[in-house]
Protein backbone atom coordinates (compact mmCIF):
# COMPACT_ATOMS: atom_id res chain seq x y z
CA UNK A 1 0.00 0.00 0.00
CA UNK A 2 2.90 2.55 0.80
CA UNK A 3 4.75 1.49 -2.28
CA UNK A 4 1.51 2.42 -4.43
CA UNK A 5 0.63 5.29 -2.58
CA UNK A 6 4.45 7.29 -3.22
CA UNK A 7 3.78 6.47 -6.72
CA UNK A 8 0.81 7.63 -7.16
CA UNK A 9 1.47 10.84 -5.11
CA UNK A 10 5.17 11.44 -7.71
CA UNK A 11 2.34 10.34 -10.68
CA UNK A 12 -0.13 13.27 -9.54
CA UNK A 13 2.44 16.13 -9.43
CA UNK A 14 4.82 17.17 -11.98
CA UNK A 15 8.52 16.35 -10.77
CA UNK A 16 10.04 18.14 -8.02
CA UNK A 17 6.75 18.21 -6.17
CA UNK A 18 5.90 15.19 -4.68
CA UNK A 19 7.09 14.82 -1.18
CA UNK A 20 5.34 11.58 -0.24
CA UNK A 21 8.00 9.78 1.56
CA UNK A 22 9.04 5.59 1.12
CA UNK A 23 9.73 3.50 4.18
CA UNK A 24 13.09 4.61 4.30
CA UNK A 25 11.52 8.22 4.80
CA UNK A 26 8.95 7.24 7.21
CA UNK A 27 11.60 5.82 9.76
CA UNK A 28 13.13 8.63 10.59
CA UNK A 29 13.70 9.26 14.22
CA UNK A 30 11.58 12.21 13.74
CA UNK A 31 8.37 10.39 12.37
CA UNK A 32 5.85 8.45 14.06
CA UNK A 33 4.10 5.79 11.73
CA UNK A 34 0.77 4.18 12.57
CA UNK A 35 -1.02 1.97 10.38
CA UNK A 36 -5.16 1.12 11.05
CA UNK A 37 -6.54 -2.16 10.71
CA UNK A 38 -9.75 -3.68 10.36
CA UNK A 39 -11.40 -7.29 10.31
CA UNK A 40 -10.28 -7.64 6.96
CA UNK A 41 -6.71 -6.52 7.45
CA UNK A 42 -4.76 -3.18 7.00
CA UNK A 43 -7.10 -0.25 6.14
CA UNK A 44 -4.99 2.74 6.17
CA UNK A 45 -1.78 4.37 7.66
CA UNK A 46 -0.76 7.84 8.59
CA UNK A 47 2.80 9.50 10.08
CA UNK A 48 3.24 12.58 12.20
CA UNK A 49 7.22 14.45 11.75
CA UNK A 50 8.46 16.49 14.55
CA UNK A 51 9.40 19.57 13.49
CA UNK A 52 11.60 22.19 15.62
CA UNK A 53 9.87 25.82 15.00
CA UNK A 54 13.24 27.25 17.14
CA UNK A 55 13.06 28.31 20.56
CA UNK A 56 11.71 25.24 22.16
CA UNK A 57 8.53 25.37 20.34
CA UNK A 58 7.63 22.12 18.01
CA UNK A 59 5.09 21.45 15.43
CA UNK A 60 4.23 18.42 13.76
CA UNK A 61 3.55 17.56 10.16
CA UNK A 62 0.91 15.14 8.85
CA UNK A 63 3.27 12.82 6.61
CA UNK A 64 2.05 10.35 4.25
CA UNK A 65 -1.97 9.81 5.02
CA UNK A 66 -3.73 6.83 2.90
CA UNK A 67 -7.17 4.97 3.33
CA UNK A 68 -7.18 1.83 1.26
CA UNK A 69 -9.65 2.57 -1.84
CA UNK A 70 -12.24 -0.41 -1.10
CA UNK A 71 -12.57 1.40 2.27
CA UNK A 72 -13.07 5.11 1.80
CA UNK A 73 -16.22 6.88 2.42
CA UNK A 74 -16.01 4.42 5.53
CA UNK A 75 -14.51 7.24 7.95
CA UNK A 76 -11.27 5.78 8.16
CA UNK A 77 -9.74 9.55 7.22
CA UNK A 78 -11.18 11.08 9.77
CA UNK A 79 -10.12 8.80 12.18
CA UNK A 80 -6.70 8.87 11.26
CA UNK A 81 -6.56 12.60 11.06
CA UNK A 82 -8.01 12.66 14.83
CA UNK A 83 -5.30 10.37 16.10
CA UNK A 84 -2.71 12.16 14.80
CA UNK A 85 -3.94 15.77 15.97
CA UNK A 86 -4.43 13.96 18.96
CA UNK A 87 -1.26 12.85 19.07
CA UNK A 88 0.18 16.42 18.43
CA UNK A 89 -1.75 17.78 20.78
CA UNK A 90 -0.68 15.13 23.44
CA UNK A 91 2.70 15.84 22.36
CA UNK A 92 2.48 19.78 23.10
CA UNK A 93 2.57 20.99 19.80
CA UNK A 94 1.45 24.74 19.31
CA UNK A 95 0.89 23.91 15.48
CA UNK A 96 0.06 20.84 12.93
CA UNK A 97 0.93 21.59 9.12
CA UNK A 98 0.61 19.74 6.16
CA UNK A 99 1.42 19.71 2.50
CA UNK A 100 -0.82 18.10 -0.25
CA UNK A 101 -1.48 18.60 -3.93
CA UNK A 102 -4.02 21.08 -5.72
CA UNK A 103 -5.37 18.98 -8.79
CA UNK A 104 -8.82 17.52 -7.83
CA UNK A 105 -6.68 13.69 -7.60
CA UNK A 106 -6.24 15.83 -3.60
CA UNK A 107 -10.14 16.76 -3.26
CA UNK A 108 -11.49 13.87 -0.92
CA UNK A 109 -8.03 14.64 1.20
CA UNK A 110 -8.28 18.12 1.23
CA UNK A 111 -12.44 17.56 2.50
CA UNK A 112 -11.07 15.53 5.62
CA UNK A 113 -8.48 18.07 6.45
CA UNK A 114 -10.64 20.87 6.89
CA UNK A 115 -13.21 18.52 8.52
CA UNK A 116 -10.97 18.66 11.20
CA UNK A 117 -9.88 22.23 11.03
CA UNK A 118 -7.18 22.69 9.17
CA UNK A 119 -6.86 25.99 6.93
CA UNK A 120 -5.11 27.04 4.40
CA UNK A 121 -1.51 28.57 5.16
CA UNK A 122 1.96 29.67 3.75
CA UNK A 123 4.80 26.76 3.01
CA UNK A 124 6.85 25.85 6.09
CA UNK A 125 10.10 24.30 6.91
CA UNK A 126 11.80 24.03 3.78
CA UNK A 127 8.73 23.72 1.73
CA UNK A 128 8.49 26.58 -0.85
CA UNK A 129 5.28 27.95 -2.58
CA UNK A 130 4.06 26.52 -6.01
CA UNK A 131 1.20 26.20 -8.24
CA UNK A 132 1.52 22.33 -7.54
CA UNK A 133 1.41 22.10 -3.41
CA UNK A 134 -1.09 23.51 -1.30
CA UNK A 135 -0.79 24.00 2.82
CA UNK A 136 -3.01 23.72 5.48
CA UNK A 137 -2.28 24.09 9.12
CA UNK A 138 -3.79 23.85 12.58
CA UNK A 139 -3.36 25.80 15.61
CA UNK A 140 -3.28 23.66 18.04
CA UNK A 141 -2.12 26.57 20.41
CA UNK A 142 -5.71 28.42 20.69
CA UNK A 143 -7.23 25.15 21.66
CA UNK A 144 -8.12 23.22 25.12
Known sequence: MLAAH???????????????????GLSAP?????????????AGFGALKELDAGHGAK?????????????????????LIAHIVGEARARGYRRLNLET?????????????????????????????SPHNRFMTLDLAQES
Open 6 to 24: VAEQHGNVPPGFAFALDAG
Open 30 to 42: SITFWSLHDADGL
Open 59 to 79: EGEVKSMRVAANRRGRGYGHA
Open 101 to 129: GTTPFYDAAIAVYARAGFVDAGPFGDYAA
